[in-house]
């Protein structure tokens, strides 16, 4: 027998550690954004410490990267195998006397190094992280109640009233033109205080909170809330001065929440996991040991995945990195619908818990053993006509040139649909494969709630399919990148790009076709952006909510509230009509003196629409407020002009909202923090149709020049390039939105500095 050779081990490592590396930071920061998304409004705000959205960046990692490594080391098994495959190396290890088990080894010794490290953030880095980000989500509520009330935003969370001011400043808590509107329903009655001044006075008395609202030059108004109701509501208006009155906040609550040390599955290790499944019964017990067999796979997961990765590819004759990325994509699905299926029926009680949690292991093992035992004929009758189809993603030079007459040459005889096509196919490789994972994890996330509700998974399938138009808009920058680099580096390493400056034709025009391409990619990302996003992102929400409610679909409880110059509505439901119309409902119009610190009248109505640049009130009641004297009249029909739509959009996200939507928004927008993040949104709409062609015109001269550089150092390049740009991005984001510099320039100016990094290396280019 062959004495073992280190030297090929390192080699074979050599050759899967970067793409290892690269997939599991590529991955790795994809799902970290996503999960960063839902606690948005702590990383983009004024109020929280910085201390706390630096333990919640920490906190988001764990969990993360405990999902993501075994998908990278299957990945970058089957990519780095295949590429030896491809280039006849793994046979010219086997001719010196190399047999499979040895060039196994370095790899399961690899999967095990991970299997260790997944079963160690498995154990403690999962259960901490998730205690932390609860902690952090109590905090930062309680720093919000610092500062309850902000200029411009209607506040609905201090108990039963609904406070807006005007103008204030929002940390000092010092407010102008303050309406205050408060129902009581037991008597029938509505309450309205207007006031030129006031502040929350908050101290504390015996370890509680308590916090009083101070007005100052304030009238009160009351009238009936129901005027058909059998109880005859309050009417009368009176100057009070200053006032003095006592609020509930939620500050109490939340401190009883901190200091308590109940924790939830996802907080607890594994053994507190273990005491809790034996000592729960029913629902919570199978969700414990659902969840502590999920940590135990996920942690020996690297290990199978590095064996099944290995016999994948030394099964098959020859593949390149496309067929690769195919094994790879077509393995991590079927290994995750395997656990998914399994929980499932475990949670319905079809299957035994524990014969559910390793259900995915005994197949992989199984398939394992049926790539390595299987004969050459068996395998090669089974999977030859696939592998053939496939190995079209990996053609020779020479199958190429057969093919190049069927592509119409423009002007110059540069293969500008060849490199469209290479193009194109490493793009919608890189968007299938990161699609695919994005929804796994998603999958993952969902499953507990989609598993128990009815018609959990049909609800689930809508959702994701729906959030397949968003995940396009968050990916397609990245894909375009990493597209652009695989395009023209394989050429430039293919000697292409020497043959053709050498036959006379310049890198610029060699170019060409990509900036081409970018164009026509740029103004399809902006027609889903603008015609299909904001449709799909408002129901994929609305079947979240409804997944996570166990399928029952939550209804919009409240009033809407809207505020211009001098007129407050109030209204229960508003439709869309045609055009740009829109029918409201119980509509109540509050209107101010042009000072907006005296009340004039009160107009109610069951029904009211905007149009023309005017509101039509039906069968209203309109009530005068004159010197506190108060005076009601009936009017069959009213209206009054507004030239703007004031129930249009509803402050709604500004995903649901296409460029004009959310321009008008953001100047009809009475908060200044509002209007901010509202105009970094509409920037980066401006953005999607010209950053393709941004992104290609650094990341292509970038690319040219790694034409000679190692195979670690162009990888690490790729990711070091693709990191910096996300990270400047995010960083003038966060500062765009904290108002530390101006919207636009936190938007445009990552993409102009590295427009000029790609014009420099664009004339660093030897043409």
Do not use: H
């Not at 096509?421 to 499953?447: H, P, Q, R, S, V």
């Not at 652009?484 to 790009?497: C, D, G, Y």
Request: glycine share 6%; proline share 3%.
């Amino acid at each position: 027998m062959k004495k073992y050779s280190w030297l090929i081990s390192k080699y074979l490592l050599q050759n899967i550690l970067p793409y290892f590396i690269f997939t599991w930071l590529l991955l790795s920061v994809i799902l970290f954004v996503q999960q960063a998304s839902r606690y948005a409004d702590i990383f983009f705000s004024v109020n929280i410490p910085k201390s706390l959205v630096w333990q919640l960046t920490f906190a988001l990692i764990p969990n993360v990267i405990a999902f993501t490594a075994p998908m990278a080391i299957l990945i970058g098994v089957i990519i780095g195998l295949s590429k030896m495959q491809g280039d006849s190396e793994l046979i010219a290890i086997r001719a010196s006397g190399v047999g499979n088990l040895q060039i196994a080894l370095p790899i399961i010794i690899l999967g095990l190094l991970l299997s260790f490290f997944a079963f160690f953030i498995n154990l403690k880095g999962v259960p901490l992280a998730s205690n932390i980000v609860r902690n952090i989500a109590l905090q930062t509520a309680l720093y919000k109640l610092a500062s309850p009330i902000e200029p411009g935003v209607f506040n609905t969370e201090i108990g039963g009233y609904t406070i807006y001011v005007k103008t204030g400043d929002k940390i000092d808590g010092d407010w102008e033109n303050i309406f205050i509107y408060r129902e009581d329903q037991k008597n029938n009655e509505m309450r309205l205080i207007t006031a030129k001044n006031g502040k929350i006075d908050s101290t504390l008395e015996k370890d509680r909170e308590v916090a009083e609202l101070v007005l100052q030059n304030a009238v009160s108004t009351t009238l009936p809330l129901n005027p058909k109701s059998e109880i005859k509501g309050k009417t009368a208006s009176e100057n009070i001065g200053e006032i003095r009155f006592a609020i509930k906040t939620k500050r109490d609550d939340i401190v009883k929440k901190l200091t308590q040390s109940q924790e939830t599955q996802e907080e607890l290790g594994l053994s507190e996991l273990a005491k809790l499944a034996n000592a729960a019964d029913g629902k919570e017990n199978t969700e414990a040991r659902i969840l502590w067999q999920r940590r135990l796979l996920l942690s020996v997961t690297p290990l199978i995945f590095a064996l099944l990765g290995t016999v994948l590819v030394l099964r098959f004759n020859r593949g390149g990195r496309g067929f690769g990325i195919f094994l790879a994509l077509v393995s991590l699905i079927g290994y995750y619908v395997v656990t998914l299926f399994g929980e499932q029926l475990a949670r319905t009680g079809r299957i035994n818990i524990l014969l559910a949690g390793f259900l995915p292991v005994l197949i992989s093992v199984l398939a394992i053993f049926w790539f390595s035992l299987s004969t050459r004929v068996f395998k090669r009758n089974l999977f030859e006509p696939l592998k053939g189809f496939l190995k079209s993603l990996n053609q020779s030079e020479g199958e190429k040139v057969s093919k190049s007459n069927f592509y119409i040459d423009l002007t110059t005889g540069i293969r500008d649909f060849d490199i469209i096509l290479n193009f194109l196919k490493y793009f919608f490789l890189t968007l299938g494969f990161l699609t695919a994972i994005y929804l796994i994890f998603t999958t993952f996330e969902m499953w507990k709630f989609a598993g128990t509700a009815p018609n959990g998974i049909s609800l689930l399938v809508k959702y994701l399919f729906y959030l397949i138009p968003f995940i396009y808009i968050q990916l397609a920058p990245s894909a375009v990148m990493i597209a652009t680099l695989a395009t023209f580096v394989i050429k430039s390493r293919q000697n292409e790009i020497v043959t053709w400056t050498a036959a006379g034709q310049s890198v610029y025009r060699l170019l060409l076709p990509c900036f081409v391409l970018m164009i026509f990619l740029g103004i399809l990302n902006w027609g889903i952006q603008e015609f299909v996003a904001p449709k799909t992102n408002q129901k994929q929400d609305t079947i979240r909510a409804q997944i996570r409610n166990k399928g029952i679909l939550a209804q919009k409880e409240g009033k809407y509230w809207v505020a211009n110059q001098n007129r407050i509505y109030s209204f229960d439901k508003a439709e869309k009509q045609s055009g740009s119309n829109s029918k409201v409902q119980n509509l109540t119009v509050y209107e101010f003196s042009n000072d907006n610190q005296r009340l004039a009248a009160i107009y109610k109505t069951p029904d009211a629409i905007w149009q023309a640049n005017k509101i039509v009130l039906t069968e209203t009641e309109k009530t005068v407020v004159n010197n506190q004297v108060l005076e009601t009249q009936n009017l069959a029909d009213f209206e009054f002009a507004e030239t703007e739509n004031p129930f249009n959009n509803l402050n709604q996200k500004p995903s649901y909202l296409t460029s004009s939507e959310t321009k008008t928004q953001m100047l009809e927008a009475e908060s200044e923090t509002e209007a901010r993040n509202l105009e970094i949104a509409l920037q980066k709409k401006y953005t999607t149709p010209l950053l393709p062609f941004i992104i290609a015109l650094f990341t292509a001269p970038f690319a040219l020049s790694l034409s000679r550089k190692g195979k670690v150092i162009t990888v690490g390049y790729a990711v070091g390039l693709w990191l910096v740009f996300m990270g400047i991005s995010s960083g003038f984001e966060q500062a765009g939105l904290s108002g530390n510099i101006f919207p636009k320039l936190a938007v445009w100016t990552p993409l102009f500095l590295f427009s000029m990094i790609g014009i420099y290396l664009f004339s660093k280019v030897k043409t």
